[in-house]
């Protein structure tokens, strides 16, 4: 079974960057699908950022440009490097992990089976 743990979650201010990390356990391997997602307060869950097994990465909009999402299978890592944080981006980020299929890279919620506990990024103006 899947262990996720993030960490890098801090207070900073607009114009700021931060990098999460997601801890896989046991590792990530040739099957691993895997996202950062977001919740802001009084809003829904989001798709941020996915990667899939072969390394192919999709981001939303107000992503691009700014947060770019990696992993690393040495350090069994999933990263989030995020620059030019504005407000809007205050939110607990989560990091997920499915198994890889033809719909992967995905930012559908509901298609990831296994979560981490999250890491709250606060970004004030």
């Known amino acids: 079974q899947v262990h996720l743990v993030e960490s890098g979650g801090a207070s900073v201010q607009a114009g700021g960057s931060l990098r999460l990390s997601c801890a896989v356990s046991?590792?990530?391997?040739?099957?691993?699908?895997m996202a950062w997602f977001r919740e802001g307060p009084g809003k829904e869950r989001e798709g941020v950022a996915s990667?899939?097994?072969?390394?192919?990465?999709i981001s939303t909009d107000s992503a691009k440009g700014r947060f770019v999402i990696s992993k690393d299978k040495s350090q069994n890592t999933l990263t989030l490097f995020m620059s030019n944080l504005k407000p809007e981006d205050t939110a607990m980020y989560y990091c997920?992990?499915?198994?890889?299929?033809?719909?992967?890279?995905?930012?559908?919620?509901?298609?990831?089976?296994?979560w981490g506990q999250g890491t709250q990024v606060t970004v004030s103006s």
């Open positions: 997920a992990w499915r198994r890889q299929d033809w719909q992967c890279p995905s930012l559908l919620r509901t298609a990831y089976s296994t």
């Open positions: 046991p590792a990530i391997d040739d099957i691993a699908c």
């Open positions: 990667i899939g097994a072969t390394g192919a990465t």
